[in-house]
């Protein structure tokens, strides 16, 4: 990228943001001293790292309420939201549902470490929906779902290896914090201090969408290899959408030697439609792993499979996992509220019609201005691409400025209402509190700011 053009858009956390509306900034006087305040707790000022704002300009805003499709901060500016909570919102926020069927178990008390019938009543819901799952385990978190599976896998299979790929996360836990070294196929490095190098030795790390690498991987480590683990709508670097021929080799491949496939659906779980990305391309995973969406916006993760493997679990099984707080009613009455309204006739048809609209605003304008520009979608969930191709699926497919642009349009639409994720990285969700009117009104704030992003940065090309 030319230097003057890194100038503009470079920056991060307490840099000088680039108002390119003409219009003074929104004001964040009381979000900029709760951060202060903040700091002094917490590492970073935060309590999950992207929440830093270290991706984009300026500082986080601190969200004071939710209602339907908006979000307010402490100073009173109104956004309408597309990060949705990071996807679990389908409904939006404080949905009535959600909120009276928590506040009347509420009053029954909170947590009982025993079981309870909500449990039943939510695993029913689930299972009965869902084809390519027996039996299913709750827990409080992604990470601990995909944790436990991967757990669950190297004790059915008796074997330690797992494989990931490159460009897709799944939680912060030590086995799955690595990231591709050098080379087709790679033990992994890790990818945070205090991981230890043994335990990156059993995770192989490949590229998306590479067959061969994928075949070298399981000829060198043949009878080795307990699990691939996929998001199979990879939605964290980016919205990398695979083509199903591609999924269904990764079943091929699995079947043939063994190893069981592990889908990720923490993001495409319950999105793409009740049985998620499984339900979408119709192929049989053998664990599949969900997240907060379970829990309408409360801690919840799950894992599920077939009542075979899953009887490997403790106490029926020997492969340990525990929870004190699994299962607990708060979480489990959110969702089966949540999960309820998703059953609904025509639900996630309405919600993918009106996410295709709105991209199809965004694409039409772009194209027709000659914009480097593409926003790509699946059922509900969206992705902007600052690129010119067609398709992207793979993290070596992103343009190098892509997220360099993210950032001076983050900053623009901040101050015009519209609040996105602080990552060009991170996808963005529709649920269905955002109406027609409302999503009609965003794109057209979105085209407006893209203008102004592409403008200001294609003068100041000029200017070299
Ligand atoms: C695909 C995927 N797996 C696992 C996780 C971890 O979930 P959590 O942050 O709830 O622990 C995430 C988080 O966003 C995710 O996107």
Same mark, same amino acid.
């Given at each position: ?69 908006? #979000? ?25 549902? #959600? ?37 299913? @385990? ?6 601990? +779902?995909?944790?436990?599976? !991967? ?7 008796? @074997? ?51 067959? =061969? ?47 069981? *496939? !592990?889908? $990720? ?13 499984? =339900? ?6 053998? %664990? ?5 969406? %379970?829990?309408?916006? *409360?801690?919840? =993760?799950?894992? =599920? ?13 020997? #492969? ?9 009613? #708060? ?11 998703? *059953? ?40 902007? +691409? ?12 992103? $343009? ?23 990552? &060009?990285?991170?996808? &963005? ?22 203008? @102004? ?6 003068? @100041?090309?000029?200017?070299?």
């Amino acid at each position: 990228m030319l230097d003057s053009l890194k100038k503009i858009f470079s920056g991060g956390e307490g840099d000088e943001p680039v108002n390119t509306t003409g219009k003074p900034d929104i004001s964040r006087e009381k979000s900029a001293e709760l951060y202060e305040k903040a700091k002094t707790y917490f590492p970073g000022g935060v309590n999950s790292p992207v929440r830093a704002f270290r991706s984009v300009y300026g500082t986080p805003l601190f969200i004071e309420k939710g209602d339907g499709c908006h #979000v307010w901060d402490a100073d009173g500016n109104q956004f309408i939201d597309f990060c949705c909570s990071w996807g679990p919102l389908i409904l939006g926020h404080n949905n009535a549902k #959600v909120r009276e069927k928590v506040t009347e178990v509420m009053q029954k008390g909170m947590s009982f470490g025993a079981p309870t019938a909500l449990e039943n009543e939510l695993a029913e819901l689930i299972l009965k929906h869902n084809k390519f799952i027996k039996k299913l @385990r709750f827990v409080s978190s992604g990470t601990e +779902a995909v944790m436990s599976a !991967i757990r669950l896998a190297r004790g059915y299979t008796k @074997r330690d290896k797992i494989l990931k790929f490159e460009g897709c996360y799944h939680g912060h836990s030590d086995s799955l914090l690595v990231k591709a070294g050098s080379g087709l196929v790679t033990f992994g490095e890790t990818s945070s201090a205090g991981v230890p190098k043994s335990f990156a030795d059993e995770t192989i790390v490949v590229a998306l969408n590479d067959r =061969g690498a994928l075949q070298k991987a399981f000829e060198e480590f043949k009878d080795q290899i307990a699990a691939i683990i996929i998001e199979p709508i990879p939605a964290n670097n980016g919205l990398l959408l695979q083509d199903k021929e591609y999924l269904e080799y990764l079943r091929e491949i699995c079947t043939q030697n063994g190893t069981l *496939l !592990i889908f $990720d659906e923490v993001i495409s779980g319950f999105r793409v439609g009740f049985e998620g990305a499984a =339900g979408h391309y119709g192929i049989q995973p053998d %664990i599949i792993t969900y997240g907060k969406i %379970i829990g309408g916006g *409360l801690p919840v =993760g799950m894992y =599920g499979s077939s009542a075979k493997i899953m009887s490997f679990i403790s106490p029926e099984g020997n #492969v340990y996992q525990a929870g004190t707080l699994s299962g607990n009613p #708060v979480a489990m009455a959110a969702g089966i509220a949540q999960l309820t309204e998703c *059953l609904r006739d025509g639900f996630y048809s309405e919600l993918e019609e009106k996410t295709k609209n709105f991209i199809s605003t965004l694409n039409d304008f772009s194209s027709s201005a000659k914009y480097s520009f593409k926003a790509f979608s699946i059922g509900s969930i969206f992705w902007f +691409a600052f690129s010119e191709k067609k398709k992207i699926s793979a993290s070596s497919d992103i $343009d190098a400025d892509s997220m360099n642009y993210f950032k001076a349009l983050h900053h623009d639409l901040l101050e015009n209402g519209i609040y996105f994720g602080p990552s &060009g990285y991170e996808v &963005g969700f529709i649920s269905d509190a955002h109406s027609k009117e409302i999503l009609k009104d965003a794109a057209e704030k979105i085209c407006t700011s893209l203008e @102004r992003v592409f403008k200001k940065s294609a003068k @100041r090309i000029a200017e070299v």
